[in-house]
């Protein structure tokens, strides 16, 4: 089996669940406790010695562009601009020459986990699998179930299986060989699912499955970008394990947690008079005035409360007021 290994982050989704906050960022760029999913995305790959990454990009592409300037990883990384969006499928056809014999590791750019890249390469090779998922143990509501035995997948379907399968849920994380690749359609836009995982298992490929049951959210909409990061702030061991403390080093920061779960970024002021918490996240260069009150809320850079503003489960940037629905 092919040990070589490139990587890719799918970041060129327009995010149409997560507005108000895609109204202003690429979703993978969304503040994300001081880092970004894309930069904890490359993080993770550059941790497990993947140091060749493209990105692909359509809705907002200029942030992408620039995010891939300013590239504070040292990593190799390759900018795959889609004029039009081609889906988890189409986006790897312009990449192929550059994917060359490697495998490639696919990561959605969306999504913010404690996923082990070196555990699934070791299972992907041992099992000498022509693709591998990052599972998660469970089904969530509404999508297609992957059904998995003794480590192999055997079936992705939303209709239950009833051949003595586990049932678990796709964790955006995968590896694809060469060989899965020769599967795909040549062109146009399509899924990775329908035209290249349902055909490999129609002629009994092995694809295997690696759980993972750690911390894990698709960032869909802004109560789950709020369910993520409160996590976060009552779990600080998961700052360092995600990668937002060594990604914030990069930039010259740290990373600091008060006992009562609240972040704040050292590049904003806040009045002494101001009552910060429980439960806040406060990004760069953002401005608290006098006596505000502020609780189970995240301020987006460049946020300005008022004096004697009350925030509560809300998450505000200088042009966005949202209230949390939990």
Same mark, same amino acid.
């Given at each position: 089996?092919?040990?070589?290994?490139?990587?890719? $982050?799918?970041?060129?989704?327009? !995010?149409?669940?997560?507005?108000?906050?895609?109204?202003?960022?690429?979703?993978?760029?969304?503040?994300?406790?001081?880092?970004?999913?894309?930069?904890?995305?490359?993080?993770?790959?550059?941790?497990?010695? =993947?140091?060749?990454?493209?990105?692909?990009?359509?809705?907002?592409?200029?942030?992408? *562009?620039?995010? =891939?300037?300013?590239?504070?990883?040292?990593?190799?990384?390759?900018?795959?601009?889609?004029?039009?969006?081609?889906?988890?499928?189409?986006?790897?056809?312009?990449?192929?020459?550059?994917?060359?014999?490697?495998?490639?590791? =696919?990561?959605?750019?969306? $999504? /913010?986990?404690? $996923?082990?890249?070196?555990?699934? +390469?070791?299972?992907?090779?041992?099992?000498? *699998?022509?693709?591998?998922?990052?599972?998660?143990?469970?089904?969530? %509501?509404?999508?297609?179930?992957?059904?998995?035995?003794?480590?192999? &997948?055997?079936? &992705?379907?939303?209709?239950?299986?009833?051949?003595?399968?586990?049932?678990?849920?796709?964790?955006?994380?995968?590896?694809?060989? %060469?060989?899965?690749?020769?599967?795909?359609?040549?062109?146009?836009?399509?899924?990775?699912?329908?035209?290249?995982?349902?055909?490999?298992?129609?002629?009994?490929?092995?694809?295997?499955?690696? +759980?993972?049951? !750690?911390?894990?959210?698709?960032?869909?909409? %802004?109560?789950?970008?709020?369910?993520?990061?409160?996590?976060?702030?009552?779990?600080?061991?998961?700052?360092?394990?995600?990668?937002?403390?060594?990604?914030?080093?990069?930039?010259?920061?740290?990373?600091?947690?008060?006992?009562?779960? $609240?972040?704040?970024?050292?590049?904003?002021?806040?009045?002494?008079?101001?009552?910060?918490?429980?439960?806040?996240?406060?990004?760069?260069?953002?401005?608290?005035?006098?006596?505000?009150?502020?609780?189970?809320? =995240?301020?987006? %850079?460049?946020?300005?409360?008022?004096?004697?503003?009350?925030?509560?489960?809300? &998450? /505000? !940037?200088?042009?966005?007021?949202?209230?949390?629905?939990?």
């Amino acid at each position: 089996m092919h040990a070589n290994f490139k990587g890719l $982050v799918l970041a060129a989704g327009f !995010g149409t669940r997560l507005r108000p906050l895609t109204n202003h960022y690429a979703k993978p760029l969304v503040p994300f406790f001081g880092a970004t999913p894309l930069e904890l995305a490359l993080w993770r790959l550059g941790a497990s010695g =993947v140091n060749d990454i493209a990105i692909n990009s359509h809705y907002f592409p200029e942030q992408i *562009a620039t995010f =891939v300037g300013e590239n504070r990883h040292s990593l190799n990384i390759k900018l795959s601009y889609e004029p039009e969006i081609l889906g988890t499928g189409g986006a790897l056809n312009p990449l192929l020459p550059w994917i060359g014999d490697d495998s490639l590791i =696919v990561i959605n750019g969306d $999504v /913010v986990s404690t $996923v082990n890249i070196q555990n699934l +390469i070791e299972t992907h090779l041992h099992r000498k *699998a022509v693709a591998t998922m990052a599972l998660l143990p469970s089904v969530i %509501p509404g999508e297609s179930s992957v059904f998995h035995q003794n480590g192999a &997948i055997n079936s &992705i379907s939303k209709i239950p299986v009833n051949n003595g399968s586990q049932a678990g849920n796709f964790a955006c994380v995968q590896i694809l060989s %060469p060989e899965f690749l020769k599967l795909l359609p040549e062109n146009g836009a399509f899924d990775i699912i329908s035209k290249g995982y349902l055909p490999a298992l129609q002629r009994g490929m092995t694809i295997c499955a690696s +759980i993972h049951d !750690g911390y894990w959210f698709d960032l869909g909409t %802004p109560e789950t970008y709020w369910a993520a990061i409160h996590q976060l702030l009552k779990r600080p061991a998961l700052v360092e394990a995600l990668g937002i403390k060594a990604c914030r080093a990069l930039n010259g920061r740290t990373t600091t947690l008060t006992s009562d779960g $609240v972040f704040i970024d050292s590049w904003s002021a806040v009045d002494a008079t101001a009552t910060i918490g429980p439960a806040v996240v406060v990004e760069s260069n953002c401005s608290i005035s006098a006596n505000a009150l502020i609780s189970e809320s =995240v301020l987006l %850079p460049g946020a300005c409360v008022a004096p004697g503003e009350v925030i509560h489960q809300m &998450i /505000v !940037g200088p042009k966005i007021r949202h209230q949390l629905s939990v």
